[in-house]
Nanobody, 125 residues
Framework: QVQLVESGGGSVQAGGSLRLSCAAS????????MAWFRRAPQKEREWVAA????????FYANAVKGRSTISRDNAKNTVYLQMNNLKPEDTAVYYC??????????????????WGQGTQVTVSS
């Protein structure tokens, strides 16, 4: 069993920054790839970024590439998403998730099986 708890969301103006955190608990969480997804109002959930189990490989969706950085601290079992130069289109609920099966496909939603409750990010223009 894996539990994921996101935090760090909030309301910011366009151009601002936020750092999302995802605290993970459960056996072996530090050995799994992890990712962030988001769901904007009236849209499908979409992949944002992913990080390998050791933090050595990082992947980003085009929509956030160059503005966001994913990282992890396995000593704290925590994954972070630093988002800079936020835009109104970044408004969404952001979810943390874990790939226990080692799919090797960072952006594939079906590769992930445990999800957090989400944290709301609202960016105003």
């Amino acid at each position: 069993q894996v539990q994921l708890v996101e935090s760090g969301g909030g309301s910011v103006q366009a151009g601002g920054s936020l750092r999302l955190s995802c605290a993970a608990s459960g056996r072996g969480v530090s050995s799994y790839a992890m990712a962030w997804f988001r769901r904007a109002p009236q849209k499908e959930r979409e992949w944002v970024a992913a990080v390998s189990w050791d933090g050595g490989s990082k992947f980003y969706a085009n929509a956030v590439k160059g503005r966001s950085t994913i990282s992890r601290d396995n000593a704290k079992n925590t994954v972070y998403l630093q988002m800079n130069n936020l835009k109104p289109e970044d408004t969404a609920v952001y979810y943390c998730t874990v790939d226990r099966r080692g799919s090797g496909v960072p952006g594939l939603e079906n590769a992930y099986d445990y999800w957090g409750q989400g944290t709301q990010v609202t960016v105003s223009s």
